[in-house]
């Protein structure tokens, strides 16, 4: 909600994509998500700048290993560092800025590491993936958005293994018809 305050050209473009395929009767439903590029494109835009859990899971090794051609004792403690290898140049053009068409090249969601990777990923990332999608497709279609004044919500993140925004989102929003008619 905070990128697409600020950046209301996006937001503009992703209830459009919502209000195409629902029209003006019915409410976005899990199913739809599917047929969202442009919405899913958003949530993993703001994963890859934003991931919730920027270190993953501190991980320990069991046994010698390798990682990435680096010799990992038995009993090191691994942290690996997301938040930098979602913004590193040499693997994402323009990766400060908040682009959701980029996903639009076949393979750029590959390079994307929100939910861990292997055997220890996320076992509830298709789940999670879907209701972020859904409950952000909801908040679109139902109410117009605004900021509370001219100013660009700040985007400064706080402490926290989570990353929390150092300061909480405020935001004007005003019921569009479909909720009276559906209500
Ligand atoms: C947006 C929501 C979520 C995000 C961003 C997220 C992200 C993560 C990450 C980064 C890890 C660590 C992976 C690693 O160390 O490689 C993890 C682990 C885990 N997540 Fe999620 N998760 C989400 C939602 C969920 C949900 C909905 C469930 C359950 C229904 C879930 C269950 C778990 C469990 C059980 C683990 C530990 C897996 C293990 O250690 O083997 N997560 N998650």
Not at 4 to 24: C, M, V, Y
Not at 53 to 79: E, F, H, I, W
């Amino acid at each position: 909600m905070s990128n697409l305050l600020n950046h209301p050209e996006i937001l503009n473009k992703a209830r459009g994509e919502i209000d195409e395929l629902t029209g003006s009767d019915r409410l976005v439903d899990e199913q739809d998500i599917v047929n969202l590029p442009y919405l899913q494109n958003i949530v993993s835009e703001t994963f890859r700048l934003y991931p919730a859990l920027p270190l993953l899971v501190a991980r320990m090794s069991s046994n010698d290993c390798k990682v990435a051609g680096y010799d990992m004792p038995r009993g090191t403690m691994l942290l690996t560092n997301v938040w930098a290898m979602h913004r590193d140049p040499k693997l994402w053009k323009e990766p400060e800025r908040f682009k959701p068409e980029r996903f639009e090249e076949q393979g750029e969601d590959k390079k994307l590491m929100q939910f861990g990777l292997g055997r220890r990923a996320c076992p509830g990332a298709a789940l999670a993936q879907r209701l972020v999608c859904f409950a952000l497709g909801s908040l679109v279609q139902c109410f117009e958005w605004k900021r509370v004044d001219e100013k660009y919500v700040d985007m400064t993140e706080g402490k926290g293994a989570s990353m929390p925004k150092a300061t909480p989102l405020r935001a004007m929003c005003k019921a569009r018809p479909i909720v009276g008619k559906v209500m």
